[in-house]
């Protein structure tokens, strides 16, 4: 285990525990990656709330800088969705996060994601999310060296700043600014 980050907060009136882990790809066949995945970083992060009904879904926003591709934060979305309308990779009833990056040429570069677990504001339609929590991690490649860089809380000021980027490719949605209490 290479890094381990614990949030608490409350929503709806109940407390919400998040738990990320960070680890080296040890096995990259049973997380469903190639070989030349081993080495790069897994992440996964759960969510324990009580199930009492709509007010408990969750999701998970996530923005990467992966220079290879471009060089300001995009939206990360399981690619085997196709395009979606919405900024949420993951969603639903304590939706897990699972990531598990990796690439088969190792140039120099450093990879960074910025993962945030948000809401939507309400189940009738509203297309508003807010946000609870935040945190980066990723990795760095140098000299055909991979290293895991570790958890970091981000403050709300980094949910603000991917706020234009995320207006413009969901326009239908409202994004509040800062973290929701």
């Known amino acids: 285990m290479i890094d381990r980050l614990e949030f608490e907060f409350?929503?709806?009136g109940a407390p919400v525990v998040v738990r990320a882990e960070?680890?080296?790809n040890d096995d990259p066949t049973a997380y469903g990656c190639p070989e030349f995945a081993r080495g790069f970083p897994v992440m996964r992060a759960t969510i324990e709330p009580p199930a009492r009904?709509?007010?408990?879904?969750?999701?998970?926003?996530?923005?990467?800088?992966?220079?290879?591709?471009?060089p300001d934060f995009f939206n990360d979305?399981?690619?085997?969705?196709?395009e979606v309308?919405?900024?949420?990779?993951?969603?639903?009833?304590?939706p897990t996060l699972f990531d598990a990056p990796h690439r088969d040429a190792l140039p120099d570069l450093e990879w960074v994601a910025h993962t945030f677990l948000g809401a939507v504001g309400g189940i009738y339609g509203e297309f508003?999310?807010?946000?609870?929590?935040?945190?980066?991690w990723g990795y760095r490649i140098r000299d055909g060296e991979i290293s895991i860089i570790g958890f970091e809380e981000l403050a709300p000021?980094?949910?603000?700043a991917h706020l234009p980027y995320l207006e413009s490719i969901c326009p239908k949605w409202a994004f509040a600014p800062g973290y929701s209490s």
């Open 53 to 70: 009904g709509y007010q408990d879904l969750l999701g998970w926003i996530q923005l990467i800088r992966d220079p290879a591709q471009r």
């Open 157 to 160: 000021a980094a949910w603000d």
């Open 85 to 94: 309308t919405h900024p949420f990779g993951y969603y639903g009833s304590a």
């Open 128 to 136: 508003d999310a807010h946000v609870y929590l935040g945190f980066s």
């Open 10 to 12: 409350e929503r709806a």
């Open 22 to 24: 960070l680890w080296d």
């Open 77 to 82: 979305s399981p690619e085997m969705l196709g």
